[in-house]
């Protein structure tokens, strides 16, 4: 019998292909199966094909398969689960799609196997690895991948069901809004991971951020299964929490944690909690708050403007309280501040306003900058003996404070230590201080008297600037500086006996301070600008020959001053020096004279007399405007500039000389001198100077000598 060929056609093949695809018959895959069978045993290879597609194929199934429950137990072990799911998902679609047009025969087990990777696929993979992230806080984007399937899918069933109405295609629908449903439900299902966005730490998880609306916050043990044992900087803060509970598991808190919480009223931390910096800063409606008792430290800015909170039991433990702990906590009953506390950080209790009465423990050794500041209720104040210093602002704005001695421990004072304690009458100094800082004392408004120690050699800057009610100051033998300000605008300070070892008086110093007299050191070698000025009252002073410049500014506004005695060889004369000087009558400078600045003499209006050297060079714009009294005036040879309206609404002056090395005269110099006339050197007027130096034209007489 002749061998029959395996290509040729074959009744068997044709039978069992019309079953399987229902050629004039119904569908009938097992009667198809049996015809491939019977073309197979007749060597027909089609036929043995389509028996072969009925089994599973081994190598592609096996390295997907492989591949699949690699990632899922990689993943696991290394706590992201949810990606081997991800990646097992991938594996199946690839499975799927080499397969798509293989498997024909549905009872086969190669079929059952495909369309167990299908249903594992979209029914296990995909939904367990796009929410496992998702509840576990790890990341949004797989469920919006799953939102995106979902709705794919769901797209696709509509418009395969419209077209042929299958079965499969309402199945298809069906899961796809399944996927919808359950991508949507999930993000309003309350989960730790949902609610908390966490990192990986040595030992655990931080929590880094809070994600949900839910007011009441306790913070869990556990997320996605692993120990939570930190809050990272800012994780709850700018929220709408109410209420936190923080347990002992946590064993760090990061920087402001849950500062910025306008709505947070309540928090409990169990024992053993730490304490982070600023970590209820800001947080306005904050009434309650338990403190672990075992705390041994305020952090810097914990409670740092925390206005409402009333109440609070601070731990007999604590050892230090940080720079601006417990700044601002207007409403909160005083706290006890016993042994062992160590340190009191800057500005750490300012604005504590009801303290009424501080007596600090043995044990404290540091006190920072204005770390009692703005307590407008202090009456009473102890120092620890271990204090030596009075810090920088210490005592600002303490407007209760009426009396305070400084302790004997104390040798220093800090800049502004009791700047605007206003209703400070009386301070007592000891001998052994060395040394007050700058504006310690400014704006005490009742402070009255006031004796300085000996030992101290220098008075800072604006020290008792706007102490209005003080009239009675004892300044050390051995003092040699008096700073800017030092006892400007001490309106009742009517006298004051300057030390001959002073040196320097700074700028200001004496301003609007009405001293009737003053004797200034012959030593004094330094004096700045208006440290007399509108001073109403003195009418006469003596400028000691070390001084050798008027300085800006020195006698401004000085109406009652008659008479001024330059004992010495003054250079140059500062602008405004004499500026308003009503009852200044003559004026004497000695030889050596080179300039007098702008305005030095402006409204000078009683002076008759000024007697300039021979070495003056320069006067400035308006020096001597309005001197109505003024006659006449000496000008030297050696003059070389006079400044806008210098000698201007001078209306006695009747006779000025000019010699020809004036090259430069201003503006309306000579304006409102109606009895002037000018007498000049040379025998023409030099190009150099304003045209509208003389705007009334006054006469000139030329080639006139001295």
Request: aromatic share 14%; glycine share 8%; charged share 10%.
């Amino acid at each position: 019998m002749a061998k029959q060929n395996p290509y040729a056609a074959n009744a068997s093949f044709t039978n069992g292909l019309r079953y399987e695809i229902g050629d004039g018959v119904k569908v009938n895959l097992q009667k198809a199966f049996q015809y491939y069978q019977k073309g197979a045993k007749e060597g027909h290879y089609l036929s043995q094909l389509k028996i072969h597609q009925t089994k599973i194929r081994i190598f592609p199934t096996l390295l997907f398969t492989v591949l699949s429950l690699l990632s899922i137990f990689y993943f696991l072990i290394i706590g992201f689960l949810w990606i081997g799911f991800l990646l097992s998902f991938v594996c199946s679609i690839a499975i799927l799609w080499f397969d798509r047009d293989y498997y024909w025969y549905q009872p086969g087990l190669g079929a059952i196997w495909y369309r167990l990777n299908l249903y594992l696929a979209f029914l296990v993979y995909l939904p367990i690895g796009t929410l496992i992230p998702y509840f576990a806080g790890s990341t949004y984007f797989p469920i919006l991948l799953l939102l995106v399937i979902g709705f794919f899918i769901f797209g696709a069933g509509i418009l395969l069901w419209i077209s042929n109405k299958d079965i499969r295609h309402g199945l298809m629908t069906i899961y796809g809004f399944t996927l919808l449903v359950l991508s949507i439900t999930a993000y309003f299902i309350p989960s730790n991971g949902v609610a908390y966005s966490t990192i990986q730490v040595e030992g655990g998880l931080r929590i880094t951020g809070y994600r949900v609306s839910q007011p009441d916050v306790v913070i869990p043990e556990r997320i996605n299964n692993q120990p939570v044992i930190e809050i990272g900087d800012q994780a709850f803060a700018n929220t709408n929490i109410k209420s936190v509970y923080i347990g002992s598991h946590i064993q760090s808190i990061g920087v402001a944690a849950f500062a910025n919480n306008a709505l947070l009223e309540e928090v409990f931390m169990e024992d053993g909690v730490p304490l982070g910096q600023a970590m209820f800063a800001n947080n306005e409606s904050l009434t309650s708050l338990r403190l672990p008792s075992d705390a041994t430290s305020i952090p810097q800015y914990f409670l740092y403007n925390v206005q409402s909170l009333e109440t609070l039991i601070l731990p007999s433990s604590i050892e230090s309280l940080g720079h601006f702990s417990f700044y601002q906590t207007r409403a909160l009953t005083p706290i006890p501040l016993v042994e062992p506390l160590s340190f009191i950080g800057h500005y750490a209790l300012s604005g504590f306003a009801t303290f009424e009465s501080i007596i600090l423990p043995d044990t404290v050794e540091f006190i920072g900058v204005g770390a009692f500041s703005d307590l407008p209720n202090l009456k009473t104040f102890e120092f620890s003996p271990a204090i030596d210093l009075i810090p920088n602002n210490l005592f600002e704005n303490n407007i209760g404070l009426e009396t305070f001695t400084v302790p004997s421990t104390v040798r220093y004072i800090g800049d502004y230590a009791f700047y605007n304690a206003t209703n400070l009458t009386d301070i007592n100094l000891h001998q052994d201080i060395v040394y007050i800082g700058e504006s310690a004392f400014r704006n005490n408004y009742a402070l009255t008297s006031i004796t300085l120690p000996d030992q101290m050699t220098s008075i800072k800057d604006y020290t008792f600037f706007n102490n209005y009610a003080l009239s009675e100051v004892n300044l050390p033998n051995q003092l040699e500086e008096i700073g800017v300000g030092a006892f400007q605008n001490n309106s009742h300070l009517n006298a004051i006996d300057i030390p001959s070892t002073v040196t320097s008086i700074g700028a200001s110093a004496f301003k609007n301070t009405p001293l009737y007299q003053i004797n200034l050191p012959t030593n004094l070698q330094y004096l700045g600008e208006g440290v007399f000025a509108q001073n109403q009252v003195i009418q006469s002073i003596i400028i000691p020959e070390s001084i050798t410049t008027i300085p800006d500014f020195l006698f401004d506004g000085a109406t009652s001053l008659e008479s001024v005695t330059m004992l010495g060889v003054i250079e140059d004369v500062g602008r405004y020096a004499f500026r308003d000087n009503t009852a200044l009558t003559s004026v004497v400078f000695q030889e050596g004279l080179i300039s007098i600045g702008d305005y030095a003499f402006y409204g000078a209006t009683s002076l008759t007399s000024v007697t300039l050297p021979t070495t003056l060079t320069s006067i400035g714009s308006y020096a001597f405007y309005g001197n109505a009294l003024l006659t006449s005036i000496n000008l030297s040879t050696s003059l070389i500039r006079i400044g806008d309206g210098a000698f201007a609404n001078n209306a006695s002056l009747t006779s000025i000389w000019l010699s020809i090395n004036v090259t430069n005269i201003g503006h309306f110099a000579f304006y409102g001198c109606d009895q002037l006339t000018i007498s000049y050197q040379g025998t023409t007027q030099p190009a150099s100077w304003i045209v509208s130096w003389n705007p009334d034209g006054r006469p000139i007489v030329y080639q006139v000598e001295i």
